[in-house]
C-alpha cells in the first residue's frame, strides 16, 4: 500500500496569511494526487485533483503543485471560510490512501 | 443535481451485521465506479471498498475484507455496504462517494454524501 505523510499536522495562522501544506507519498503517483478540504460534521469535497488542477468553483487562493512523491497544497491569503482540516489522497492504485490530516487554526 | 444520499446507519452490538445503502441521483449512475470511505470520530478519512460501473470487480481495505461487502443495483441507482461481523473499530462515519475522473487519468472523490453515522457497541 501507499503511505500518504502530510506535514504538519496542524498549523495556527491569521487571516491573510499564506499556508504551505505539505504531502509526501511512499512511493512515486505522478500526479495522482488530491486535496480535499473538511470542515466539522459536514463531508469532505476536492480542492485540487491532478496535483494541480483547481476544481470548479474553489477559489484562486487555492494552489497545488508537485509530482512524483512531494506534493504541496498553498492557500494564499488565508480567509475565514477556509480554517478546517486538509488531506492529501492518492488515486494511483488501490487501495487509495489519505494522509492524516493537516488542521489549519485560527491564530 | 448529482446526489448521493446515504441510510442504514444507527447503533448495533459487536458481531452483529448492518446494511448501509447508498442512492444516487442526477448523473448515468451506471457508468461510475462506486466507493464507501469512512471515518472514525475525531480521526482521518479511511478508503473501504469499491465496485466498478458494471459490478463486476470490487476491492476491500484490509481491516474490512472478509466481513464486508459491497454491491450495487443499477436498475435502483444505489450502492450498498453489507457489514458483517461488526467490530467496535468500525465505529465511523460512512461516505458513499462517486470516483469522477478516468482509470488511466487522474481522478478524485466527488461527490460525497451526507455520511452515515455506524456505532458498535454494546
Known amino acids: 500500500d501507499i503511505e500518504m505523510t502530510q506535514s504538519p499536522s496542524s498549523l495556527s495562522a491569521s487571516v491573510g496569511d499564506r499556508v504551505t501544506i505539505s504531502c509526501r507519498a511512499s512511493q512515486s503517483i505522478i500526479n495522482f494526487l488530491n486535496w480535499y478540504q473538511q470542515k466539522p460534521g459536514v463531508a469532505p469535497k476536492v480542492l485540487i485533483h491532478g496535483a494541480s488542477s483547481l476544481y470548479g468553483g474553489v477559489p484562486s487562493r487555492f494552489s497545488g503543485s508537485g509530482s512524483g512523491t512531494d506534493f504541496t497544497l498553498t492557500i494564499s491569503n488565508l480567509q475565514p471560510e477556509d480554517f478546517a482540516t486538509y488531506y492529501c489522497?492518492?488515486?494511483?492504485?488501490?487501495?487509495?490512501?489519505f494522509g492524516q490530516g493537516t488542521r489549519v487554526e485560527i491564530k | 443535481q448529482v446526489q448521493l444520499v446515504e441510510s442504514g446507519g444507527g447503533v448495533v452490538q459487536p458481531g452483529r451485521s448492518l446494511r448501509l445503502s447508498c442512492a444516487a441521483s442526477?448523473?448515468?449512475?451506471?457508468?461510475?465506479?462506486m466507493h464507501w470511505v469512512r471515518q472514525a470520530p475525531g480521526k482521518g478519512l479511511e478508503w473501504v471498498a469499491l465496485?466498478?460501473?458494471?459490478?463486476?470487480?470490487?476491492y476491500y481495505a484490509d481491516s474490512v475484507r472478509g466481513r464486508f461487502t459491497i454491491s450495487r443495483d443499477n436498475s435502483k441507482s444505489t450502492v450498498y455496504l453489507q457489514m458483517d461481523s461488526l467490530r467496535t473499530e468500525d465505529t465511523a462515519v460512512y461516505y458513499c462517494?462517486?470516483?469522477?475522473?478516468?482509470?488511466?487519468?487522474?481522478?478524485?472523490?466527488?461527490?460525497w454524501g451526507q455520511g452515515t453515522l455506524v456505532t458498535v457497541s454494546s
Open positions: 489522497q492518492q488515486s494511483f492504485s488501490t487501495p487509495e490512501t
Open positions: 465496485i466498478s460501473f458494471n459490478g463486476k470487480h470490487d
Open positions: 442526477g448523473f448515468n449512475f451506471d457508468t461510475y465506479t
Open positions: 462517494v462517486r470516483k469522477e475522473g478516468g482509470t488511466t487519468s487522474p481522478n478524485y472523490f466527488d461527490p
